[in-house]
Every structure is written in C-alpha cells, then in structure tokens.
C-alpha cells in the first residue's frame, strides 16, 4: 500500500492536480448550465435557428476593391412556431456534445483525484475513459446529425404553407466534422493503455 511520504509526486505536482482536477469540476459544471439553458432557448416561445440557406451572392459586398465576390451559406432566422420534433432535434444537437464534454471533464477530474492519492491505475479508470471515448465520439457524430434532421424537418414544416422555401433553404444539409470521431479513438487508446498499466500495477504489488 503507498503511503503519502512515499508518493513520487511533488507537492508542485499534486497541486498542479487538484487544480485540474477542480478546473475540469468547473468546466462540466459550466457544461450542464449551458446545456439546461440551451434547452429553455429550444423551448421558448420564440427561437432563432441558424439554417443553412443556398449559396448566394452577397450585393453589399460587390462592389468593394478587392473582392471579387461574396456569399453567404448560412443565416440566422427567427421562428415563432417550429414542431416538437424539431425543437428536439435542435435539443440533441446541443445536448450531446455538452454531454461529451461532461464526461472528458469527469475522466480528467477522475485522474486527477487519482494522482493526489498515487493511485493513476484504478481499476475502474480504463472503463471510465472508454465510456469517455463512445461519448465523444457518438455525441459529436449523432449531434451534428440531430440538428441536420432538425433543419430538414422545419424545412418541411415551412415548405407546407410555401413550396417555394427549398429554393432558399436546403431539404438536408450536414457540414459534417469528423475530429470528434478521431478524439473518440485516441481515447480510447488512452484506456487501453490504462488498462495496461492497471495490470502492470497489480503484477507489480503482487511481487511486493
């Protein structure tokens, strides 16, 4: 068993941890406050939606020297009514990554507290990391897909009082990033090599 004068952590160290460990506290609560207050704009009585729109040109931007030309894919469009299933999906392309962050911040506090006691390979460490990893990874994937099917479902919506609102805004569209999927896979080496040393510590102390 180690004893706290046996740590090989410096006290510069240790407190460089429970910093960490209380900033990535902070950081997930700060995460759960966005994410409830993200869900009372999805709810409200009026919302603004950033919708992808077709690619247009800009005219207050032609005829400035030095640009030859200007459009803009994107606006920001505020609706009275929109369906409950679309307020959900927006609620999902919100709330999954916010949930990703929670859950990186709850592994880095995790293995900061682990690191004050000398204990880095806990058992339930490795586990801890990979569910880290599934939340990173399935929370930026299927949020970004939840708000694609979000904005094609209040395109539907508007398309059935105007048909003509596909000419402005698309049926579906997904700008998709794939850097959440590959943080996902590099924590999940990060477990398995937690894993390894989980058992590299225990072979170790049963020679002790």
């Known amino acids: 068993m180690t004893r706290t004068g046996d740590s090989p952590m410096s006290p510069a160290d240790r407190i460089g941890a429970r910093a960490i460990a209380a900033g990535a506290a902070l950081i997930a609560a700060a995460s759960v406050f966005a994410l409830v207050r993200g869900a009372l704009d999805v709810f409200g009585a009026v919302i603004t939606v950033r919708m992808p729109v077709h690619a247009a040109a800009t005219p207050t931007l032609s ?78 994937l299927f949020g970004q897909l939840c708000g694609g099917i979000g904005r094609g479902m209040i395109v539907d919506h508007l398309a059935g009082t105007d048909p003509g609102v596909y000419d402005v805004f698309p049926a579906f569209a997904i700008d998709l990033n794939l850097a959440p999927l590959g943080w996902g896979f590099a924590l999940a080496l990060i477990a398995m090599a937690f894993e390894a040393g989980t058992r590299l510590q225990r072979d170790t102390e049963g020679l002790v």
């Open 63 to 140: 005829g400035i020297d030095d640009i030859r030309s200007a459009d803009y894919i994107q606006a920001d469009v505020t609706f009275a009514t929109l369906p409950a299933a679309a307020r959900w999906m927006l609620l999902l392309e919100g709330s999954l990554p916010a949930l990703a962050i929670i859950g990186v911040c709850a592994v880095a506090w995790l293995l900061g507290v682990s690191l004050v006691r000398a204990r880095p390979f806990r058992r339930t460490m490795s586990t801890t990391i990979g569910l880290a990893a599934c939340l990173v990874a399935a929370g930026g």
